[in-house]
């Protein structure tokens, strides 16, 4: 069955009046997830190799350049070192990163880098991070990147809309931008740590949802408060709320803050808990990180040799 | 994963397999402390009487639930050992007295830092006796434990100036449920001992275990013989203890039934009597609440321990125009519970905890389904060895169902609709109980209007099952009275001054009443202050991630102190820590090196006499 993108809805200002979001609930929820689930052994080699496919490989300094660049997507496609894909018996299955996600200029070069490889390439855009930039310039930026190659664009909404409760513009903006798109998918930044309150994340997540993205993504790493574990799971029962009421499903994907692969391991639990184990592939769900690879690598190396490896003994990104 | 130096041999079609269907797997926590503490007494004990173990004639097996294998062997407490302890109990009494409010905080403070320093055992051996999860034993049971003790070290020495016209009761006999062994147990000792009583404790036939490693630690903080004693054993044990003419005060919880008996035995005794007894309480949802947060309630309200909860959300309450929402919700939460063996790590449902309670909750869905009852469980199936109950919802339920009026004590809520906020405070309270209730709504106002007319020792509004030792916890109806934690529930182990017989049993109280520094008894001493070995990784002194400790001893095998016990992921942090200083230590100049080991050499010469009495006590 091939998957059916979400296209959207008109805009239902009805679908969200009526939320209610109780902040200490879902703070408990949030607190507890990674003590009522664990994954040990094999079990955990089998989910970080998952969580390695999940990853967009990012980076997005302002001193980025090709060479910089090169070397992430040169370890997008490599992820793991040989001898421990061997020994976790994965040495015939091509593990790589879901994307690398890079700004818009160093589009060109990772899609140069990234050939003939299944690793996509994401660019960030609509004046990441803040967003502010006129609206024609913020959609100009998108379609420049798709034509540069990008198959997947991040934008970011405007807060302020969210803080106004400006519903309807910011539905009209997020429908412009996935038209902007195209065949590109379309990843909705909500940067929660500026949004204030739980509920402005889920009437956020559904009015993104309703305008046409195909995943929901929480922050640009450049907030002061990124990726927590409340607020996805607040965007989490959004997208199951959404695929119940549409029946399309929207990806999730936290970014920001995410280093440890046991804090991945506890975005997963929070994913196949709430949504479900279907989420838990490259379509439904990413990660936005960088360091996360590496302690990932960490854990399977120590897994393979009974020790724990110094950073130096993976291959840098 | 403790103490798994290699990790060659990896099955590598587990690996492929969890990658592809990302099951969780098995995640044991490791039993081999626990069990080793076990074998060391021979998996036989005694009764913990005047400071030492005394053997019994007759002994009855604990068991493990989750697997139906035996753990040890108990002695079943006969009346001539509740009276020794009884006997012990009194003789330690006027001491323990005169020691004064601000000794007894040092030893509550101990108690509860060697709890801290064992927690992990004491939470494994929970989980194996009891059957619930290790989760909840490490996360809630033996941290709330852990509490306890704290605040009423807090108490025990503001007693004098905060009650001035009551003195203890005296020596306390306490009966106590298998549902939370270790936390009824603090529950009881902890403010009995910060108002100056001693205590008999006795703990359920089915969990004794962590009661008789309490023992152990009171005697490794060296708490006067007799203070704590713990009598192991069933009804009859209780109902010895219960008519025993030495004991002032009698602290149950457990059923309402057997409350009542004790109420009769105590009746016109002079007995003091406080009861925490069954419940059946109302999880009220209005359709403004925020239906996520109710369904992750009713998982903490019905399926946290089983359900075998006195104050366990076991009645839903559900306003008519959300009914068939939430219960869809809940549906789909409830397949994704897991069931399984009570030390595995990822599970949310573990063991009933016998047989017997097993027989009992599947008479009582039978019932509730003669009765027209709908019952709801999830596809998936509970394993087939071991003492399980799926989580259950019974739906066509009326108050006048027998389901919805007696205790289930299981993982099975049933679920009525209300029409308004008066119907539902009248079905909340269509109860022979009072234990607790939950109110679920985002408006604050309905939250206020609602709580205050329902009768239950405790509400919540949007949680449920929260605990802290500063709230008192009890009931009204016949759910007991008698508060348990806060100030409120010290009064349950006072009684006011000018009660005559006081004077029988407390040995010149007046001495005491004027608190001050000088009141200190000298002759008997004050115990010294706890300390916790910790270990010191990265500038800051830190608990052990295993959370155990072991013993260090001197030349004759005496009990020096305990140390932390370190683990794979301490040495991890430890070495990370060492790596990360390595590069900013390595290009500081020798001079400036020089100046911080003389700064270390400066503080070791003013602490000399401590380090080499430190060491003549390790080494001899």
Not at chain 2, 62 to 87: F, H, K, M, N
Not at chain 2, 284 to 313: H, M, R, S, T, Y
Request: aromatic residues 8%; hydrophobic residues 40%.
């Amino acid at each position: 069955m091939a998957f059916e993108r979400n296209p959207g809805t008109e805009f239902r200002l009805d679908w969200i009046e009526d939320i209610y979001v109780n902040r200490s609930a879902a703070e408990r929820r949030a607190a507890t997830i990674g003590t009522r689930r664990t994954v040990k052994n094999e079990w955990q080699i089998g989910w970080l190799l998952k969580a390695i496919t999940l990853i967009d490989l990012t980076t997005l300094s302002g001193d980025d350049t090709p060479s910089n660049v090169k070397r992430l997507c040169a370890k997008a496609k490599r992820p793991v070192r040989e001898d421990i894909l061997k020994a976790v018996g994965f040495s015939d299955r091509p593990i790589t990163t879901a994307a690398v996600c890079v700004y818009h200029s160093l589009v060109p070069t990772a899609v140069e880098e990234l050939r003939g490889s299944p690793v996509k390439v994401a660019a960030v855009s609509t004046g990441f991070p803040a967003g502010l930039s006129p609206l024609e310039a913020r959609l100009e930026e998108v379609r420049s990147s798709v034509r540069e190659g990008a198959s997947e664009i991040d934008v970011v909404i405007q807060r302020g809309l969210v803080l106004r409760n400006e519903w309807k513009r910011l539905y009209d903006e997020v429908r412009a931008m996935r038209e902007a798109a195209g065949h590109a998918h379309l990843k909705a930044i909500l940067a929660t740590g500026e949004l204030a309150t739980l509920r402005n994340v889920a009437k956020a997540s559904w009015v993104c949802m309703m305008g046409g993205a195909d995943f929901i993504k929480t922050s640009t790493g450049k907030e002061a408060i990124n990726a927590t574990l409340p607020a996805s799971l607040v965007m989490i029962r959004s997208i199951r709320a959404y695929a119940e009421r549409t029946g399309y499903l929207v990806g999730f994907k936290p970014a920001g803050g995410i280093r440890s692969a046991r804090q991945a391991l506890e975005y997963m639990y929070l994913v196949c808990e709430e949504l479900g184990r279907e989420w838990l592939e490259p379509h439904l769900f990413r990660f936005g990180a960088s360091a996360l690879l590496s302690d990932i690598e960490r854990q399977l190396e120590y897994h393979v040799t009974g020790r724990y490896a110094a950073f130096h003994r993976q291959p840098m990104i | 994963m403790e103490g798994s130096a290699s990790k060659q041999g990896l099955r590598t079609d587990i690996i492929a397999r969890a990658f592809e269907n990302m099951e969780y797997g098995p995640a044991p926590e490791s039993e081999a402390r626990a069990m080793a503490w076990l074998d060391a007494h021979k998996r036989r004990f005694g009764h913990f009487i005047d400071g030492r173990w005394v053997e019994g004639s007759v002994h009855f097996v604990t068991r493990s639930p989750a697997r139906g294998t035996v753990l040890a062997e108990v002695p079943q407490g006969t009346e001539a050992d509740i009276d020794l302890a009884v006997q012990a109990a009194r003789k330690a009494l006027p001491k323990w007295q005169v020691l004064g409010g601000h000794a007894r905080a040092r030893y509550l403070y101990a108690l509860a830092r060697a709890i801290q320093k064992h927690h992990r055992l004491f939470a494994v051996l929970e989980s194996l006796d009891n059957g619930k999860p290790i989760r909840e034993s490490r996360d809630i049971d033996v941290p709330l434990v852990i509490r306890h003790f704290h605040h009423h070290a807090g108490w025990a020495p503001l007693i004098e100036r905060e009650f001035p016209d009551w003195v203890p009761v005296g020596v306390v006999g306490q009966i106590i449920p298998w549902n939370f062994p270790l936390l009824m147990l603090a529950w009881k000792i902890a403010p009995a001992l910060a108002t100056g009583n001693t205590v008999v404790l006795k703990p359920a036939e089915f969990t004794p275990l962590t009661a008789l490693l309490f023992a152990e630690i009171c005697k490794e903080i060296n708490l006067p013989p007799g203070v704590v004693n713990i009598v192991t054993g069933d009804g009859r044990t209780g109902a010895a203890l219960v008519r025993h003419p030495g004991v002032s005060k009698i602290a149950f919880t457990g059923s309402t039934e057997v409350g009542r008996i004790i109420r009769e035995a105590t009746a016109g005794s002079g007995k003091k009597l406080s009861l925490e007894l069954g419940g059946k309480s109302p999880f009220i949802v209005f359709e403004d609440a925020d239906l996520d947060a109710v369904v992750e309630g009713v998982v903490d309200a019905i399926w946290f321990n089983q359900g075998q909860v006195c104050c366990a959300g076991s009645r839903i309450l559900v306003q008519e125009s959300i009914e068939q929402r939430l219960l869809a919700r809940l549906r789909v939460r409830m397949e994704k519970l897991r069931i399984g063996d009570s030390l595995d790590k990822a599970i949310d449902i573990g063991a009933i905890v016998d047989q017997s309670q097993l027989a009992r909750v599947v008479g009582l869905v039978e019932q509730g389904e003669r009765e027209g009852a709908k019952r709801w469980q999830p596809s998936w199936a509970c394993p087939e060895s071991g003492c399980f109950y799926p989580p259950t919802i019974l739906t066509n339920v009326h108050p006048s169902s027998t389901v919805a009026q007696v205790e289930i004590f299981g993982p099975v809520v049933v679920v009525m609709a209300f029409r308004t906020p008066e119907e539902a405070v009248a079905l909340a309270n269509n109860t022979v109980y009072g234990l607790a209730a939950s109110i679920w709504t985002e408006n604050i106002n309905l939250a206020l209007d609602i709580a205050p007319k329902i009768k239950a020792g405790t509400i919540w509004i949007n949680c449920t099952n929260v605990f802290d030792a500063a709230s008192g916890f009890g009931g009204y109806r016949e759910s007991g009275y008698g508060r348990e934690g806060g100030k409120e529930g010290l009064y349950e182990y006072l009684k006011p001054r000018w009660m005559s017989e006081a004077k029988e049993i407390i040995e010149e109280p007046e001495v005491e009443a004027e608190f001050s520094s000088s009141s200190f008894p000298r002759d008997i001493g004050l115990p010294p202050i706890d300390r916790t070995a910790k270990l010191y990784i990265s500038g800051k002194q830190v608990r052990p991630d295993g959370g155990y400790s072991y013993p260090v001893r001197g030349p004759q095998g005496e009990l020096v102190g305990l140390a932390a016990l370190g683990n794979r992921k301490d040495i991890r942090n430890a070495v990370e820590a060492a790596l990360g200083a390595f590069s900013s230590w390595s290009r500081m100049s020798a001079y400036q090196r020089a100046q911080i080991l003389y700064y270390i050499a400066e503080n070791l010469s003013v602490r000399r006499e401590e380090f080499a009495a430190r060491l003549a006590q390790m080494t001899g």
